[in-house]
């Protein structure tokens, strides 16, 4: 069976060299790509043949690609590559790889019309004055020949080895057995299903409570399913780091059944975290990794595949043994790993590497996304983008001579803006086609001055660029799953009111719809994945896919949960509520001793309920989160709770220790949670709840509920999870508001909770 690979992921492998320069210069967009290369074509003579499908085989190598254009007439096949500025700044390492890729078409073509020589030109194409700069040279079809053999060669004992390695772990995946005596409570129903949508391409969303060890119920069916479906590559998706240890942890202990188990497993981390050199520039004349870089590529990414466990310590070694950076390391071992464990944003940002990737190399790929509730909000952030006049005006001050036109045009539709405006914050029903078009006329500017300039330039322009053309993306795709809107406020030293511009998502699916029809099959898993509606409604999942509740592993004799139903933390009754509270916490301390969580709906209320606890109860331990806590104080805090210490944690709903803790046993034996979790009511969440309620009463959708009630009730459910970690735990939760004995309210709860009533 032969190794199927493009002619430009062949190229790529085999012709790049030298230096690694992240050095920023404007390259095309792929829309002026597109019409550059039509441009081109237009040009030509009639017979000329372009997209030309070019195919041929080497011992072991199918290599296969479209050349971008051929000239009967002439006998001249062209590579169009597209740029802006000098031509004479194309780096010589990228011109190398445009004449192999030229050369490895030249010799498919000649090997397909039996000719003995070819003439190759790489055109490149200045996509601002639409000028041609072609570089035409005669070919022998022996001489191209020979080129393409020797990219083959240099190929093919990779393509081997990757098709060795494929055959090794596949037999051992079909060999591979769960790593316990046996499954717990619901772990095996979850594998089921998981392995089942494997088989079948589905997407699946699994609500599984904390304590059945979803990562190894998820991660085990997955690998199954690899051989008979013939799968790429599972990316396991996170929202936090402690998901991405406890990913990489049960994929060690599945390893551990055979020693050196052919599965190639990475973890792949930001890049701000990888950086071995955060003063430098990622250039060869700054950054001594960034140097010879691709030389000492193929060297440090043979051991890297070698070493088949690549968390990132081991990526780190290996890239500093072979003098390279790190993370552009992590970035082309996605390309060859059969397990990358990592951040959403790395496969459903705009720009996401691993999606990226999947498309390019037509992969079949399955996707694992944990805490799969988080993945809403996330992906609202990923499609925002927001400006500020402030910093513009500080930018505009400082900003080249030659920029000084285009700027003014953006500061003066800029004002004209919020001018009318009365109040501070407005949401408007349109974008100013005015504004956008004297911003897009400003990145054009730009993007010609660092062109001509591409070094020298203050980072203030570079973000403000950068942010600028994020909101001009947006701003074409802008509809009803998104909204504008402007925040006026005074300038620094009492200057004149300016405002903040925001392109603010509230429904993500229309960006990742088409990030899950890429995947084979996808199973997101939650302890909070209710209702499956609107997780599919604002994800944008396909429309056969499957929600199931998987059986808990706890018996409802472990949590008592009591609502306090005489009790409202309504805002308008919160003064009221703070002594019934600090006394029911008191009162159930003394009845338990041991270490409690008590859940607030912001920092305010917190400080609230915290004085009035220490005034009442001084005898009491308490600790609280504050805010802006870094990870040495988050990790103060969650120390407090050992096995043998007693006392009352104030913390905020939905905040860093309302969900992925573990304080098992006698580490936390209660939790306090008052309000229901509810958002704010705010211009913005009241204009998502009526949009809302627009794009999606027709499939049962409720814009209040999908604005407030269940990411409210998400929080709360998320928090009590804290309480009982494992099957030997037992606990108690209170909650706090006469709201949670409403029968829709409860409808949310867990199915295995049984909810009784209290007064205070």
Known sequence: ????????????????????????????????????????????????????????????????????????????????????????????????????????????????????????????????????????????????????????????????????????????????????????????????????????????????????????????????????????????????????????????????????????????????????????????????????????????????????????SSVRNIALEHNICPYYLSQELCRWSDVVVGDYNYYFDMTALLYGLTVLNDWRVTLLVDEAHNLIDRARGMYTAELDQQVFNVLRRSAPKSLKSSLDRVARHWNALHRDQTDDYQIYPTIADLFIASLQKAVSAITDHLTEQPTGNEAALLRFYFDAMLFCRLAEAYGPHSLFDITRHEGFGGQRTLSTLCLRNMVPAPFLKQRFASAHSTTLFSATLSPAQYYADLLGLPEQSRWLEVESPFKPTQLRVSVIRNLSTRYQHRTASLQPIADLIAQQFAQQPGNYLAFFSSYAYLQQALERFQQSYPAIPIWAQSRSMNEGERSAFLARFTEHSQGIGFAVLGGAFGEGIDLPGSRLIGAFIATLGLPQINPVNEEMKERLQTMFADQGGNGYDYAYLYPGLQKVVQAAGRVIRTTQDNGVVYLLDDRFGQRSVRALLPTWWEVGSERV
């Open 1 to 312: 069976m032969s190794y199927r690979v493009a002619v430009r992921a062949l190229c790529e492998f085999t012709a790049k060299e030298g230096d690694l320069d992240l050095r920023f210069t404007p390259a095309p967009t792929a829309q002026e790509g597109i019409a550059g290369h039509q441009t081109v074509v237009s040009r030509r003579g009639e017979g000329y043949l372009s997209e030309l499908a070019l195919a041929g085989s080497y011992p072991g190598l199918l290599v296969t690609g479209r050349a971008d254009g051929y000239d009967p007439a002439q006998n001249l096949l062209e590579e169009i590559k597209t740029h802006r500025g000098d031509v004479s700044r194309i780096p010589d390492n990228h011109r190398s790889l445009h004449w192999a890729q030229a050369k490895v078409y030249g010799w498919l073509l000649c090997a397909e019309l039996a000719l003995e020589e070819i003439d190759l030109a790489v055109v490149y194409f200045n996509v601002i004055s639409q000028k041609e700069t072609p570089y035409r040279e005669t070919f022998k079809a022996d001489d191209l020949r020979r080129f393409f053999a020797l990219q083959c060669d240099r190929f093919i004992a990779w393509a081997r080895q990757e098709t060795q390695h494929r055959g090794e772990r596949d037999a051992c995946l079909q060999e591979l057995r769960f790593p316990h005596a046996s499954f717990r409570a619901g772990q095996r129903q979850l594998a089921k299903a998981v392995f089942r949508a494997a088989r079948d391409g589905e997407t699946i969303m699994a609500q599984a409570t904390t304590g059945i060890g979803k990562t190894l119920g998820t991660l085990f069916p997955q690998l199954k399913a690899f051989p008979e479906q013939q799968l790429d590559r599972l990316f396991f998706l996170t929202a936090k780091t402690p998901g991405r240890q406890l990913a990489l942890e049960a994929l060690a202990t599945l390893r551990s059944q055979q020693n050196d188990m052919p599965l190639r497993v990475l973890e792949h981390t930001a890049r701000d975290k990888a950086c071995e050199h955060p003063d430098k520039a990622c250039h060869g004349e700054s950054c001594p990794l960034a140097e010879g870089f691709y030389d000492r590529l193929p060297a440090a990414r043979l051991a890297a595949v070698n070493a088949r466990w690549l968390d990132q």
